[in-house]
């Protein structure tokens, strides 16, 4: 009975538990499996079933247009419903993998731009990240890494702006090892006596006591009609970075007491163009024939790196964090190319030769109030729920920090005689060419100060008692790292908040 | 020893003729970089080109020292000349200016 149809239950049945976690995603998971045998009963409140049900999906869908100083605007409609996993496992279903911790410099506040600094730093999260790594079955950032560099694989020294970023790759994903994947949601549910799974439970409401501190209780609404209630002594609101802001803002606004809910939304995407209009690819070049196999064709069973600014680079540059990704390069080099770069080549090392990566840039998008998901109210799902309209917007500030981040590194590698960077992208062209990664960070942000965000430093809204929210729109800066790995180790943290609010002993 | 086209191009066909680069990328085809010193001369109609071709005027293994030396100051300073999406430091597209 650890799974129950919230379809088959009674009609305004009442959920009782400890602690409720809404959604059952990857971040509500990780606390569940904190929480097997720890003698306080759990419910995970999932919206979904345990495969894909395209009706389910469709309450997803909403409207969205993305924007960019002298860009055309871009249509992402389709986007709300594509970059989202609503069934038992959430996103983590679809992800592939990439397990990368945010670099020193994420956490860190950064006068030069603004709005900027967690209340966290990266080594108070490290042993959480440490956890994170282990519950995911990979080694541990960034101490296996340093311990034990592969010589054979050497990282390109460029200078003290710029080093090698590790990636590595978990065989827990939906997308790799479907089986694998199921497992690890389910198996720990099936051994637990205290922590039962309710699915096809959508949560449409939150409801507060007068004291306007504590949430009372939950509304549960299925699809085929059934009402249900939810009671618990916390609440942990999981249900992705999108979805976390439609609930609240659904329930009256929890959470928007510095009009910041549903503000500062942040993405990744990859900037990049392979074969464009007029035959041109991005690409770096490196002259001194250094085997580049750390970064490129490493497969998903080795680390890998890219290369990535360091908090030094980016305030000489006066930029937010930047990779270069690279791989190798399948299109027939043009015979101009070729000659550039064997000039170049010639002019940075006598002797050695040129090779060709193609390559793709992320540059870290900044908080910005106008990056926003607000409510339709007009516009409503079967389940009474107004859709969402996402206006993603990128500033000057963003394009900026793309292109100084772009030509410091192409600077920073032919002043040290290392190679040469192509990037043959318009500003005009950057929206039109972009490709969006699935992180949908920022519009609950993390902060101190009640007035600077949504969530304290221990993901407790402002001013409620009980109420938690977990993922990736807590995150005050969205860096340019995949963010799951974070999202668990934030999870690892909260769930220990929990047991010592919820008297857990150790 | 003064720099004629002749002499530059030598010097590029030295460069070529080194075995790690016959090994991988075959012999520099010159001719195809003249797109790239078009640009330059349509792009810096008044550049001044005498101080590089002064650097590479003091005999051939110190002007080609000369030279890299100079690219490297040029990215230092980010002096550089965007041609077909590539980041060149402006000698390099100036030599090829000096050859188209």
């Given at each position: 009975m650890a799974f129950i149809d919230a379809r088959t239950l009674p009609e305004a049945s009442e959920i009782e538990a400890d602690l409720i976690l809404i959604g059952g995603g990857l971040a509500n998971i990780a606390i569940a499996k904190q929480w097997a045998g720890a003698g306080k009963s759990v419910a995970i409140l999932e919206s979904g079933g345990r495969e894909l049900d395209m009706e389910i999906q469709a309450l997803y869908a909403g409207a969205g247009i993305m924007r960019a100083p002298g860009n055309p605007e871009r249509n992402i409609d389709e986007y709300l419903i594509q970059s989202r996993a609503r069934w038992y496992g959430g996103s983590g279903n679809v992800w592939g993998g990439k397990c990368v911790p945010l670099d020193e410099s994420d956490f860190a506040r950064r006068d030069w731009l603004g709005r900027t600094g967690w209340p966290v730093t990266r080594a108070q999260m490290q042993p959480y990240y440490d956890r994170a790594c282990e519950l995911l079955q990979i080694p541990l950032f960034n101490r296996d890494w340093d311990r034990h560099p592969d010589p054979a694989r050497?990282?390109?020294?460029?200078?003290?702006?710029f080093f090698a970023a590790p990636r590595v790759f978990t065989a827990l994903s939906g997308e790799v090892d479907r089986a694998r994947f199921d497992a690890w949601c389910n198996d720990f549910i099936a051994a637990a006596t205290n922590i039962r799974v309710y699915l096809?439970?959508?949560?449409?409401n939150i409801r507060l006591r007068r004291n306007g501190r504590d949430v009372e209780s939950l509304d549960v609404a299925c699809l085929n009609g059934r009402r249900h209630s939810a009671r618990g002594r916390a609440y942990v609101l999981g249900t992705g970075g999108i979805e976390n802001v439609r609930l609240l803002l659904a329930s009256g606004g929890i959470g928007n007491h510095s009009d910041l809910l549903g503000r500062c939304f942040m993405g990744h995407v990859t900037f990049g163009v392979y074969e464009n209009a007029d035959g041109l690819n991005t690409m770096l070049c490196v002259?001194?024939?250094?085997?580049m196999s750390l970064y490129a064709?490493?497969?998903?069973a080795n680390t890998h790196c890219v290369i990535a600014t360091t908090l030094e680079g980016q305030r000489r540059f006066g930029t937010a964090n930047f990779t270069a990704t690279l791989f190798n390069a399948s299109a027939p080099a043009n015979p101009e190319d070729t000659a550039l770069l064997a000039l170049a080549a010639k002019l940075d090392t006598a002797g050695a030769a040129a090779r060709q990566h193609g390559c793709f840039f992320m540059s870290e998008q900044l908080p910005n109030l106008d990056s926003r998901i607000t409510l339709l109210p007009e516009h409503t799902d079967p389940l009474g729920m107004p859709r969402v309209f996402l206006d993603w917007v990128y500033s000057e500030r963003d394009l900026d920090t793309l292109e100084r981040s772009i030509a410091a590194l192409g600077d920073a590698l032919g002043a040290g005689a290392k190679g040469r960077v192509r990037w043959p992208v318009a500003r005009e062209a950057l929206l039109a060419t972009l490709n969006a990664s699935r992180h949908h960070m920022g519009a609950t942000r993390m902060s101190q100060d009640p007035e600077h965000g949504v969530v304290d430093e221990n993901c407790r809204i402002h001013g409620l008692r009980n109420l938690y929210v977990a993922g990736c729109s807590v995150f005050p800066t969205s860096g340019i790292a995949n963010p799951t790995l974070t999202i668990i180790a934030l999870a690892m943290r909260l769930s220990d908040h929990l047991k010592r609010q919820l008297g857990v002993r150790a | 020893m003064i720099l004629t086209k002749r002499n530059l191009l030598a010097a590029f066909a030295a460069l070529a003729a080194s075995p790690a680069f016959a090994q991988t990328n075959?012999?520099?085809?010159?001719?195809?970089?003249e797109g790239l010193g078009r640009a330059y001369r349509t792009a810096?109609?008044?550049?001044?080109?005498a101080p590089l071709r002064a650097a590479l005027a003091g005999g051939l293994d110190h002007g080609l020292e000369a030279v890299r030396a100079r690219v490297r100051a040029d990215f230092r300073a980010s002096r550089v000349f965007t041609y077909r999406g590539w980041r060149l430091s402006e000698t390099e597209a100036q030599l090829c200016a000096l050859l188209a």
């Open positions: 050497p990282p390109l020294a460029i200078n003290d702006s096809h439970a959508n949560v449409t002259s001194d024939g250094q085997n064709d490493s497969g998903r | 075959g012999a520099l085809d010159l001719t195809a970089t810096n109609p008044n550049a001044d080109l």
